[in-house]
């Protein structure tokens, strides 16, 4: 069905909804008035409880038989912050560039993948959209929740596109074919509190918990591999009770992060710093959160669509990667192949967030280009 959509224009309507994570503020109403007039099923269904939810999410498909080429992404953004040098959340063009809480990650992604979807007109196979509404928070009610309710209904994309900002000096330069997976620990070593000039009388947690990090910090995880650089472990936090200067604190904790390939598997590496600070601070306890584990897509036809569009429309080879941070294909994995493809992320999550003009309505040309191609 031909109905012109000016991607530029809808990622501007959805920027001006201040979705920030879990809130959906109406972002859901202006993406679902976009798809409906394209031909698109559009299922809407809110999902959790507090404190991570509850969260909306949307499922929006067209066409039959075929290939099912899906295209996932979410529609909340990151807390603003102060000191932008125009409203976040009230869109504006400057020197060629949209500016807004969204533009770049990753309202004008979707905004391209519909106004690419308006201009495909009788093609075959089908298309779908999987967008959540918690991707930037702990995605505890997104896309694993969008998941669940396909497999209610026996639906499985054959290959899946995320619209992440993943391009860096320019459109088109990098594609991310897999992820690094995440950990996140909690380390809290107990002691006993009691005046400084009494230490008998005491039990210092600090200490312990220095021996335990600096064994953490010299662990040596893996030197990567072909595809992933090495994994990372990196102290993030570390605090104590009091702040008095003539107290030994009753207790000592740290957080941690470990960004880890395909070399490994999160439990594994949460039981490795267990037992690194059961033998540096016996007493210690560890509590962990994996978000997601690392995962590559091999290649296959997903990459030659995204690859070969990419180069007709920019004269780019771009870069296959799995450098960064992690997408929700962590989930979107167990489902099908995934690649990441979208703009250049300079400015996501920064003050004064803009994607360049000319790269959404590119952006929407290679999107076009990936799904007419897929479909044929």
Not at 15 to 44: K, Q
Not at 86 to 102: H, K, Q
Not at 105 to 122: H, N, Q, R, T, Y
Not at 344 to 360: C, F, G, Q, R, Y
């Amino acid at each position: 069905m031909t109905h012109a959509i000016d991607p530029v224009d809808l990622a501007a309507r959805l920027i001006a909804c201040p979705s920030v994570t879990p809130r959906s503020a109406g972002a859901f109403d202006v993406l679902e008035e976009a798809l409906t007039p394209l031909g698109f099923e559009v299922h809407r269904f809110i999902t959790g409880e507090p404190p991570d939810g509850p969260v909306e999410n949307l499922f929006a498909t067209r066409g039959g038989g075929g290939v099912h080429f899906g295209f996932a992404g979410h529609l909340d953004v990151v807390p603003p912050g102060e000191g932008w040098t125009s409203d976040p959340f009230r869109p504006e063009i400057r020197g060629g560039l949209l500016y807004g809480r969204g533009a770049v990650d990753m309202k004008s992604g979707i905004a391209a993948f519909v106004a690419a979807c308006a201009g495909l007109d009788g093609h075959g196979g089908r298309i779908s959209l999987l967008i959540t509404g918690d991707e930037e928070g702990p995605s505890t009610y997104g896309t694993r929740a969008i998941m669940a309710w396909m497999a209610e209904r026996n639906i499985r994309p054959d290959m899946i596109l995320i619209g992440e900002p993943t391009s860096e000096a320019r459109l088109g330069d990098v594609v991310k074919i897999g992820r690094r997976g995440t950990v996140n620990m909690w380390i809290t070593v107990p002691g006993l509190q009691g005046h400084v000039a009494y230490p008998h009388r005491a039990d210092n947690p600090v200490p312990k918990l220095a021996r335990a990090l600096t064994a953490l910090d010299s662990l040596h995880l893996d030197d990567g591999t072909e595809t992933f650089q090495p994994s990372n472990l990196e102290i993030t936090a570390l605090a104590t009770p009091t702040s008095a200067t003539n107290v030994i604190p009753g207790a000592a904790t740290a957080q941690l992060n470990i960004r880890f390939n395909n070399l490994h598997r999160g439990e594994d590496l949460v039981a490795l710093v267990r037992e690194t600070i059961a033998r540096e601070a016996p007493g210690a306890t560890v509590e962990a959160k994996i978000s997601g584990e690392a995962f590559l897509t091999p290649p296959g036809r997903l990459y030659a669509l995204v690859t070969e569009a990419i180069r007709a429309e920019t004269g780019i080879e771009p870069e296959l990667s799995t450098a960064g941070g992690t997408s929700d294909g962590r989930f979107l994995i167990a489902l099908c192949p995934v690649v990441d493809f979208g703009l250049p992320n300079a400015t996501m999550h920064k003050l004064d967030e803009a994607a360049a003009v000319e790269d959404i309505r590119m952006l929407q040309r290679i999107y076009a280009r990936i799904v007419e191609s897929a479909l044929a």
